[in-house]
């Protein structure tokens, strides 16, 4: 099983995995403000919390925080080598939690467990279902996730796993989502954000459609892929990608989360920070060539206990391709659209009139 044996040089496929199985990743990665500076160059993020050092020490960090994408996709570029690199595709996240502040100099490290194994019913392939947990150099847990992702078997005549799927939570509860206590909230200038809108000026149901939209190159999408580390062969060799079910490479979903989510700044520019993600699914492939552009529905809020100077709110974040917003409705919960790539469910952080 992973973890109890050397990696085989082609990686593990379905019949690898069990539950139980536990994995310690390899390359533990310190973070710089050369990584930082990249992924703005690849992305186009503009929240000043991420790119002003006197902003982010006024609301009370030590130095400018790294961009909690940046920081959620590296520490997914730890686990890949062992849960997805021949993965047919990652397919969503569950429960995923930033529970510290990551800065330039901090080194992080990577763990999984598997939680469930599944195969399908072409026989080829399978779902595996795997609980990541990143830490610090001092120990301390930053991030938390579950994700599931779709593998390769090595031999598709081989017995299918017993199948195991795991019940996921369909939400993180305001209890558990990480607030720092040194925040100071009321320091976010919007002169420095472009935006005047609180917490308190958004309403449940409101649907916001955010003006900028992203084609996206396969150079920048190599780029960013390599940042990460990711070594999902589905992302990088071109000519094995032919004989998959689209005959091309897939652009990475993280970077589709990364600029969708850079696109959102125009209509949520005081959303300083990602909280949690409750779930999401990339629920159609994107290429080269694609361009994305990005819908935000406000879906909840809710104060956090103790404090009167922020609040929770929760959107759900749509990347649509190809395809003006205006003539794309937003589909029910569950439904897919073909024009939809991302289905994100998450929640932000913004400063509210105490």
């Not at 960013?224 to 652009?251: E, M, P, V, W």
Request: net charge neutral; charged share 20%.
């Amino acid at each position: 099983m992973p973890g109890s044996r050397p990696r085989p040089l082609d990686g593990y496929f379905l019949e690898d995995y069990a539950p139980g199985d536990r994995l310690v990743h390899a390359t533990p990665r310190t973070l710089t403000a050369a990584d930082a500076s990249l992924y703005l160059a690849l992305t186009g993020s503009r929240n000043p919390v991420h790119c002003a050092a006197p902003l982010a020490r006024a609301m009370g960090h030590p130095s400018a925080p790294l961009d909690d994408l940046l920081v959620f996709h590296v520490a997914f570029g730890k686990t890949v080598h062992d849960v997805s690199f021949n993965a047919v595709a990652n397919l969503g996240y569950a429960d995923v939690r930033f529970l510290e502040p990551v800065y330039a100099g901090d080194t992080i490290a990577c763990e999984s467990e598997v939680i469930g194994v599944k195969q399908n019913s072409s026989g080829r392939n399978g779902n595996v279902y795997v609980r990541s947990h990143a830490f610090n150099q001092h120990g301390r847990e930053v991030l938390t996730w579950a994700r599931w992702v779709m593998v390769e078997k090595r031999d598709p005549a081989s017995p299918a796993p017993a199948p195991v799927v795991p019940d996921l939570p369909k939400e993180v509860p305001g209890s558990r989502i990480a607030v720092p206590g040194f925040l100071k909230p009321a320091a976010l200038d919007p002169r420095a954000t472009g935006g005047t809108r609180l917490w308190d000026d958004y309403a449940v149901g409101e649907s916001l459609d955010h003006p900028g939209g992203f084609t996206i190159e396969e150079s920048d999408h190599m780029l960013a892929t390599r940042l990460y580390q990711n070594t999902a062969r589905i992302h990088f060799d071109a000519f094995a990608a032919k004989s998959n079910a689209f005959g091309r490479r897939l652009i990475y979903g993280g970077h589709v989360i990364s600029l969708a989510r850079a696109l959102q700044h125009d209509g949520l520019e005081n959303a300083f920070a990602i909280a949690a993600f409750h779930g999401g699914t990339h629920a159609n492939p994107t290429f080269a060539g694609d361009t994305v552009y990005a819908r935000s529905v406000v879906t909840g809020r809710e104060g956090v206990r103790a404090r009167n100077d922020l609040g929770l709110l929760r959107v759900r974040l749509l990347a649509i391709k190809n395809a003006k917003l205006s003539e794309v409705p937003t589909p029910a919960t569950g439904e897919r659209h073909p024009a939809v790539v991302l289905d994100l469910d998450f929640t932000v952080l913004l400063p509210r009139r105490s």
